[in-house]
T-cell receptor
Framework: GEDVEQSLFLSVREGDSSVINCTYT??????LYWYKQEPGAGLQLLTY?????DMKQDQRLTVLLNKKDKHLSLRIADTQTGDSAIYFC???????????FGQGTTLQVKP | DARVTQTPRHKVTEMGQEVTMRCQPI?????VFWYRQTMMQGLELLAY????????DSGMPKDRFSAEMPDATLATLKIQPSEPRDSAVYFC?????????????FGSGTQLSVL
């Protein structure tokens, strides 16, 4: 079945880079996503990567995909206090048509 | 600015009462998902629809939960009777199946407290 795993917590200092990791199990995944959730709000799509890509860069965000190891990471350069939130990794299962989320990683950015 | 609209934003009710949560997907979207978020379980997929037809509701407790799409502009999630363990934030999301990247757009959620 589908399963997505993330570490639960990451703390960094403002200005440092943050790297949030995720592993998934469904080899039929076509797209992988990173969503951000701020307190009291819904999930906001940050970025996504197609499964035949290794890397995608979008301003301060870099997504790396290792399809062989089913490992996805999100790097946030020059992390700001406004980046403090919960970050969810998600895989789209081509078999079932479902979007399956990890547990979320809480990113704490210290001034 | 297109967005998914959920009502109510907050609901406090007593155990045993019926709860109805509503969702208006983004116009033109043909998939609707219901998720439940709790501290313990994270985000759980309850049900999802494509072109108003239920594709999978295996994540829902069938004895008390029901999800419907009366029309393309409205999705509902009902709990009858509600129980304290149903307390959670319920999110609706909509998307366009077959689109190049299958993105989902989330509503702001309904925070449900069952006393």
């Amino acid at each position: 079945g589908e399963d997505v795993e993330q570490s639960l917590f990451l703390s960094v200092r403002e200005g440092d880079s943050s790297v949030i990791n995720c592993t998934y199990t469904d080899s039929s995944s076509t797209y992988l996503y990173w969503y951000k959730q701020e307190p009291g709000a819904g999930l906001q799509l940050l970025t996504y990567i197609f499964s035949n890509m290794d890397m995608k860069q979008d301003q301060r965000l870099t997504v790396l995909l290792n399809k062989k190891d089913k490992h996805l990471s999100l790097r946030i350069a020059d992390t700001q206090t406004g980046d403090s939130a919960i970050y969810f990794c998600a895989e789209y299962s081509g078999n079932t048509g479902k979007l399956i989320f990890g547990q979320g990683t809480t990113l704490q950015v210290k001034p | 600015d297109a967005r998914v609209t959920q009502t109510p934003r907050h609901k406090v009710t007593e155990m045993g009462q019926e709860v109805t949560m509503r969702c208006q997907p983004i116009l033109g979207h043909n998939t609707v998902f219901w998720y439940r978020q709790t501290m313990m379980q994270g985000l759980e997929l309850l049900a999802y629809f494509r072109n108003r037809a239920p594709l999978d509701d295996s994540g829902m407790p069938k004895d008390r939960f029901s999800a419907e799409m009366p029309d393309a502009t409205l999705a509902t999630l009902k709990i009858q009777p509600s129980e304290p363990r149903d307390s959670a934030v319920y999110f609706c999301a909509s998307g366009l199946a077959g689109a190049p990247n299958e993105k989902l757009f989330f509503g702001s959620g309904t925070q449900l407290s069952v006393l």
